[in-house]
């Protein structure tokens, strides 16, 4: 079970947590024509890098806000988490 | 009954306290202090299994959890369990232990004829013979393998006892209290760290507690008993006797299971049997020691072969002696100390060492005390079926490959020893990549990727010396790191003996012409020969060989045997060990209970119960509860002997002809708030919301990006900035959740805020023609017209002074309203409907009378909005904005969304109107037709139409629209029916839906 630290609680166990997909996805902005191309990239197209990836979780049995969390998708290892409006570099 | 092999003046175990037990059928007596294991071996029993394969006789080879074959059916309080292993349980008064794989007993097992016929039970012989003809594998093969194969009985009986789970946090995580455990525990929680120590046997010390040292002057027994007061007065430190981490998680997260009542003849009820804790340790310390290897030979499996530490481990911690007349093999220097101790013991040992004439400290002290040694010599076959009579013994040849001679001596047990294997399970489940030690032949765990740190014999090193200054050392690093405290340790004084080297030896040759079974792995019955094979047939990769022989595999995960597995390919196949590589360690190390892993999530307390504030009335009024999610929601009230059918038609007539309430609290409520709450709707819904007015409510729809419904359901503007969102029972965890994200993530931008009011509100259903009349005498100052209050209107005002909300929506096409209060008044509302409800015949209705009145007005639900479902295909193709953008509305384009053909909701009426249509039925054109049958659709939902008092049925079928007026066949091969049905429109009652504007 991961230990996360959410960046409003703290450390807490992971069952607190629902995991989100890719934290770098962009969807296209509401209102503004997008190309069926550029569509089904959002909406279907993710990648599953072996290493690190910045990723969203929810802490829905906590503060329920969302957030970033960079962790090895092999390893497990977390190196940073971060509120939405923080950038992980 | 005496004793026979118990020894006087020696063990750890309570002489005062005899314990009378049953084994097969037979009774037997103990001491408290005994392990199952020891208690039978005192009375001399060896023999206590089949072998899983050969069903070969089998008895004790260690003394704790490295036992591959003591697994035994043990009853305690009449509660039944298989596979326990007879050297890790306490006696208790009453036990009864029953021997398992063999019938009519272990001592004649008609099984053992598989033993005689071994030379067709090769390994991969289930692969090989089991696979065809294929007609044979449920029918023949697979209960025969399960009744051969099987080891124990699981209990069909449900279990009484009491299972806990518990999480904890500490500093520091100490699995195992030998030396360099107990040693790093002490310094460590001298630093002021809290500390846990967890030791899976009932006694501190590990191996202090049979090996002749000294430390300090004091024995090691009682250096470990000093240790261990001194850590016991400590706060900070908890002591865990019993217990066993098994397993080693992501971010130091270890699980340990702890037998808390198991060893007590009479618990209270409340007391668990056993525990499991969920450890969050910053550091921790793996000091789980090492596991005797045994050299393998012929016939090595026969009882009264056991592993030589063993042999000393029951005699000095027990009192038991294994056997008269041992022969010690070995091919190092630790077993003799075993001599040493049946020399004590008075009993006159016999040592084979496979090294050559050899000078070393015990060597010395062995000839000094007179026990015969023979260098160069080994246990050939030992003889005797179900007890060892005597062994043919040999001189090796130089090369080690033949023999210069063989004799034959009589002995009844033969205590070996192939070296030490660290225990390195926890380490490798943490992610330490192991390594090869040449040292010691065996592997080691290599660079920690979790804060872990292995030391003592776990980690190779077999000095008490090395081991306890490690332990010290590393617990005060690892403890300072996190108090910030350093307390300098005096480190003991240590006296042990020096050990030499030990012979790289580690199987028996054969003379010629004889083939008896050499064993490498106990438990599943893997022999020598069976390696050969699965290398002979290209098997290579020791992931391969492990599970076409099954080597390493089952409950012991091959404590014993995966090195000499190991070493067996390095050999055949010219290749060095680490070359071979070894196997993946996965948890648990040693078996737990299901019992421990479900814990006290049983029954009722599986997952919490959500009741509605109204629960109590409809408990009192023979409601019969349906689970909707975690919530318990009536699905009909029972009068009389009526059935759910009979009720649910009773229920929903009334609602048409009369007036009926329905609890409908459990509906999602998510309420909304900010000066961008209806740019944010209209963004989550498909249709338009940034015209709906105060006061107002509307129908809608949200979809997932890719365009599939997500929900449905109303909204309300409650005033300017404020919405309150309706969602059905089983979406609102996670509508809430996919409006925070766009909140949070998408459109930050965008001032809203939303919180769930699910348990705020109590919800009550008025539906029916009479409900506007019953609604006035509700609220008797309010104008409840339908000019005041039209269709999708919303009012506030209060209910005999408890302030409400009156919506008028309707889920059941009738005239309808709902009203909410807060909850704690929400039982109030409810008996005053009841009471005032009298006069227009109301009548409470449930869920599936809640289904009837949808499903005949053509409302979908969950069984529409499937998660596969467009808005378009359930007919809610005017909800969707043309004008505008939605979430998911660039999916709605996609080719298979618009194809002419595209599934759609239809009405189905079986042609006898008679027949009730099973939810979930296939619709095809030919029922006959040749398998697989294409299919055109299914069908969703089904009700029996009160209306025109016919079954009525929702169904997706494909080209919907088209199919009207069609007749097709639903079959449900698990209802084993196939009904013919119309197709009609979907809207069966009340198209127009004239009645909700009434």
Redesign the interface.
Known sequence: MLHINCPFCGLRAQKEFAYGGDATVKRPEINREVSKEEWDNFVYMRKSPRGKHIELWHHISGCRQWFKVQRDTATHEIFKTAKMSEEIV | MRQSHRLNNIGLINRDKVITFNFNGKSYQGYEGDTLASALLANGVHLVGRSFKYHRPRGFIGAGVDEPNAKLQVTINGHSEPNINATEIELVEGLSATSQNCWPSVEFDIGAINNFLKRFFPAGFYYKTFMWPKSFWYKVYEPFIRKAAGLGVASLEKDKERYEHK?EYCDLLVTGSGPSGLASAYAAAKNGAKVILAEDKPRYGGTLLTDDVSIDNMSGKDWSEKIISELKTMPNVTLKNRSQVFGY?????MVMFERVGDHLSNKSKYTPRQRLW?I?AKETILSTGSIERPIVFGNNDTPGVVLSSAAKEYMKVYGVLVGRKPIIFTNNDSAYETAFEFKKNNVEPIILDTREEHDSEVVQEAKNKGIQIKFSYGVIVANGYKKVKSAKIGKLTKDKKSFESTETINCDCICVSGFWTPTVHLASQS?NKLKFDEKIDAFIPDKS?QNEKTIGAANGSFTLQETIESGFKTGSELSSKITDKNNENKIPTVTETKFSVHDKFWCMPLPKNENPKRFVDFQNDVAVSDIEIALREGYRSIEHVKRYTTLGMATDQGRTSNLNGLQMVSNIENKIVPEVGHTTFRPPFTPITIGTIVGREVGMEFMPTRKTPMHEWHEKNNAVFVDAGAWKRPRYYKQGNETLLEASKREAKNVRENVGICDVTTLGKIDIKGPDAAEFLN?VYTNAWLKLPVGKARYGVMLR??GMIMDDGTTTRISENHYHMTTTTAQA?NV??HL??YL?????ELNVNVVSTTEQWAGAAIAGPKSRDMLSKLFPDLDVSNEALPFMGYIESNLFGVPARIFRISFSGELAYEVNVESNYGLFMWEKMMEIGQEFNNQPYGTEALSTLRIEMGHVAGPELDGRTIPQDVSLDGLVSKK??FIGK??LDKEAFTLENRQKIVGLVPTDRKSSIPEGSHLVENEKAKLPNPKLGHVSSSCWSVENNNPFSLAIVNDGKNMIGKKLFAVSPLKNTSIEVEIISSHYVDPEGKRVRS
């Open positions: 999480f998680y992501d971010h130091n997260m969920y969050r992610g990727k963004r990006e890719d965890a809430l959740s925070e994200y949070q993530i998408v459109w930050p505008k953008d660039n999916s």
